[in-house]
């Protein structure tokens, strides 16, 4: 979809993508202290962050919003949000760093890749990425709960193994949605541009 000339750049849509990006550091400041009372309120200040995606995204899309501004700050601010809640559960032994670190690396390379390519094509979000992402989203968000303090141990370990799982799947298509980016970078023809950005 293409921009409208005059669509301005403040608007309500990049108005929500903004504030995602505000509220990083202040989910970053509620982790590196956290006491249960702290890890609920990163836990609702990352789903709003989160719920403020799709809703921009709605938004710019169903009031004609779309900016340039808003599809590279809406990328950005994604990833920045994703990427900084696993790093602060990596510190804080939720995560196995190994699995943070093979995200950041793809992240960078797709990252390299579309800045790469970005003149001539901009490349479409697969279903492997938008999965990932919501895969993502929820196990991040799952980890950031205190579940130890109002479940039994047995159902806590359980239900923390449920969202190792999807943050699994989430690596799953991580790597195979990079592999069908690289795939589609490297057999690019300038007759037939792409319309959106990859997740």
Known sequence: ?????????????????????????????????????????????FSVAALTDQLDGYLARSRGLITNFGKLA??????????????????????????????????????????VVVKKKVMAAGRGGKIKMVAQVFGVGGLIVPWDTFLPDTLATGVVWFFYVLIAIALFFALTSAW??????????????FEDSVD
Do not use: H
Not at 180 to 193: A, F, M, N, T, W
């Open 180 to 193: 069908e980016y690289i795939r589609e970078v490297r057999s690019l023809d300038d007759e037939q541009p």
């Open 1 to 45: 979809m293409e921009e409208k000339s005059q669509v301005p750049v403040v608007n309500i849509a990049n108005a929500l993508t903004v504030l995602r990006l505000l509220l990083v550091p202040v989910l970053i400041w509620l982790l590196l202290d956290p006491t249960v009372e702290r890890r609920w309120i990163a836990w609702l200040v």
């Open 74 to 115: 809406d990328s950005i601010a994604d990833k920045f949000l994703i990427l900084s809640a696993m790093i602060m559960a990596s510190l804080n032994d939720w995560l196995w760093w190994w699995v943070t670190i093979a995200f950041i690396v793809r992240e960078l390379g797709i990252t390299i890749m579309r800045m």
